[in-house]
């Protein structure tokens, strides 16, 4: 199953039980439990025998198409400049799972916030 974003913990739930055996999915979802939720029957971003296999998309997504390739001229002299490969190039070329350094990122400030605030876990913050 192909899907534009990765499954929250419910619609998982109905992928399970359909008996999908692999998700490919193009954005992340932070908020899905479904890691945490259905730990016996999905695997997220690694194969396991009897689980069901939640990838991430690698390569140009439908919406990022044009955003990732340009081309220097599309018009020349009122024609239509016809696509050359040699002349094409990539707009774009960080890292593909980049959203996984910025979630660990803003986890550190926030630690580090809690911490010189004088907060600790348990604590209600104001």
Do not use: W
Not at 11 to 26: E, F, K, M, Q, S
Not at 41 to 53: H, P, R
Not at 57 to 69: E, I, S
């Amino acid at each position: 199953m192909y899907v534009t974003t990765f499954p929250c913990h419910l619609c998982a739930r109905h992928i399970v039980a359909a008996g999908i055996t692999r998700v490919v999915y193009i954005e992340p979802y932070a908020k899905s439990r479904t890691a945490n939720l259905y730990l016996d029957s999905i695997a997220v971003e690694q194969e396991a025998d009897g689980k069901i296999c939640f990838t991430p998309f690698v390569g140009v997504a439908p919406r990022q198409f044009m955003k990732l390739f340009s081309m220097n001229h599309r018009m020349s002299k009122g024609l239509i400049t016809l696509f050359d490969a040699t002349k094409a190039r990539l707009r774009y070329s960080g890292d593909l799972r980049v959203y996984l350094s910025n979630e660990d990122d803003l986890a550190a400030t926030f630690r580090n916030i809690l911490v010189h605030e004088g907060l600790k876990k348990g604590d209600n913050p104001k």
